[in-house]
């Protein structure tokens, strides 16, 4: 019981943390919405998402391999070298995407609104290191309030900036100060715990990790490609206005998609200890997951296109984004097979099939990418909006497909087992 109310409480917290996070982002969309219009928001999303992928990249979701090693007390050397990792990782990664500017369409506002931004990358790298600590001591409130004060700071910063009719590129420099601020407090956070903060290069280290967790993090990289291919497209094909309709209907969609994450982030651990300890229970457990993921997805459906055109105009202030409101309701049919394909998702990962699932979405990054370079030119967002949801539904039946005769076998295991 105990337990479960620590992990119930750790996902409260995670739930905070992306309702502040997610409250100043609309917040942020809407001014710039009322006071400039969609092509200044398409260029700011646009700029978040490019940076966003590389911050993603310097992440390469090493956390979920290392946490064993910071569940013991003797967890500082290991900490310093993996931040000396993620710093090499990040550093890196700036310098590539500052490199790919170069032959990026000619579009200064972006071209400058990203350099000023860079910040953007290196910060994750610094937080997300201090999130392994918080994790293993289940400490997920310094991680919330860490970031939480950043993006309460980049609200401000970035409002002030609209009220005194500053667009693109100075807004990024609020951004940029929030996540200082956020990088900050993590790594005061961090002291609690970790003795010594000054990282370790340590290219032994940084091998041997590359070596044992490659299947997952390039899963995560193909993820973050498949989620944000679209709007990159789109913006070569059409407008910034286009750009900016279907990037705050996108906004809004992921923010809520946060929701089956944060599940699994607390069935996780509960599916493994029924695999380890009883598969048939593991089966039945899972089933029962199912079911209830999949009535959510179908609930979260529903209200979204209920509430979709009242949301969207308080957001905007009904300023040139009539069209949000239906491309968020095409996106909403696709959370029954967001909140199951996680469930799923997590179960290959529970039976260690890593590569089976990096094939997956492998399959489901070629599917969205071609349907958006058909699709696009002809029918913009909407295209975009509609297949978003297709590519999803691919990668559920792919998991479906594959899954069917592991669990069966694993079942027909467990009998003859007992």
Not at 108 to 133: R, Y
Not at 169 to 178: D, F, N
Not at 363 to 372: K, Q, T, Y
């Amino acid at each position: 019981m105990r337990t479960i109310f620590k992990i119930s409480e750790q996902t409260i917290w995670q739930l905070i943390g992306k309702a502040i996070t997610s409250f100043s982002t609309i917040i942020i969309l809407g001014a710039l919405a009322r006071s400039f219009g969609p092509g200044e928001v398409g260029v700011l999303t646009l700029a978040l998402a490019y940076l966003g992928f590389f911050a993603v990249v310097a992440d390469f979701g090493l956390n979920a391999h290392v946490l064993p090693n910071f569940l013991g007390d003797n967890s500082h050397r290991e900490w310093q070298r993996l931040l000396g990792l993620r710093i090499i990782i990040a550093v890196l990664a700036t310098i590539l995407a500052a490199t790919i500017l170069l032959f990026y369409p000619q579009m200064m506002v972006f071209k400058l609104t990203v350099l000023l931004g860079l910040l953007g990358i290196i910060q994750p790298a610094i937080t997300t290191t201090a999130n392994v600590v918080f994790q293993s001591k289940l400490r997920f409130d310094l991680s919330v309030l860490a970031n939480s004060l950043g993006s309460l700071l980049i609200l401000g910063a970035v409002v002030f900036l609209i009220k005194q009719g500053l667009g693109n590129p100075y807004l990024i420099l609020g951004y940029s100060l929030g996540w200082f601020l956020s990088a900050l407090l993590a790594l005061s956070f961090t002291r609690k715990y970790i003795s010594k903060l000054q990282p370790i290069f340590d290219l032994s280290y940084v091998k041997r990790v590359f070596t044992e967790s490659w299947p997952i993090s390039a899963t995560i990289i193909l993820n973050l490609v498949y989620f944000r291919v679209d709007a990159f497209i789109l913006s070569n094909y059409k407008s910034f206005s286009d750009v900016g309709v279907y990037n705050l209907a996108y906004s809004i969609f992921q923010s809520l998609l946060v929701v089956p994450a944060f599940i699994m982030n607390s069935y996780y651990p509960v599916m493994l200890r029924d695999f380890e300890n009883n598969k048939r229970e593991f089966i039945s457990r899972l089933q029962k997951a199912g079911g209830l993921m999949l009535i959510m997805g179908i609930l979260g459906m529903a209200f979204t296109l209920f509430l979709s055109p009242f949301v969207v105009p308080i957001i905007t202030g009904a300023r040139g984004f009539g069209g949000s409101i239906t491309s968020l309701q095409i996106l909403s049919l696709g959370f029954p097979a967001f909140f199951l394909s996680s469930i799923l998702m997590w179960t290959l990962i529970t039976l260690r099939r890593y590569k089976l699932m990096l094939l997956i979405y492998v399959l489901g990054l070629i599917l969205n990418s071609v349907l958006n370079f058909i699709f696009i030119p002809k029918f913009s967002y909407l295209a975009a909006s509609y297949i978003t949801g297709i590519s999803e539904y691919f990668i559920l039946l792919c998991q479906v497909i594959v899954l069917i005769p592991l669990l069966t076998k694993l079942r027909s295991t467990a009998k003859i087992t007992e």
